[in-house]
């Protein structure tokens, strides 16, 4: 796919801005969505292979993989008292994450340029 035909891109960049979205309301759907959206994800990544928004899509594949890490160790030690404090960086993590590359996204750049 031609990285400059922008008319091949808009749709994949809506569907790119649909997990990021997803994302966000795993926030308040108690994370359903999350799964939901990296499903879209696996659903779709032939189509952005070769084109900057692949980036976009390892980004929130990494995301998912995380937080689920995350909240489950958490799960696990809440009873030790330390899950609550892996909840917050999880939580964090999450929210850094969507910000960073839904800014990229806004900005037409793959994750990694955008960072740095």
């Not at 994450?97 to 994750?111: E, S, Y």
Request: hydrophobic share 50%; glycine share 8%; net charge neutral.
């Amino acid at each position: 796919m031609s990285e400059t035909n922008s008319t091949e891109i808009e749709p994949l960049k809506k569907i790119t801005a649909t997990v990021y979205m997803c994302q966000v309301l795993s926030f308040a759907l108690a994370g359903a969505p999350l799964l939901v959206g990296v499903a879209i994800n696996f659903w779709k990544r032939k189509e952005v292979e070769g084109t900057w928004l692949e980036s976009h899509f390892n980004w929130q594949i990494q995301t998912v993989w995380m937080a689920l890490a995350g909240f489950a160790l958490s799960g696990l030690l809440f009873d030790f008292g330390i899950g609550m404090y892996l909840i917050v960086p999880t939580v964090l993590l999450l929210i850094y994450r969507i910000v960073i590359g839904w800014t990229a996204l806004n900005l037409d750049k793959p994750v990694r340029e955008h960072l740095g």
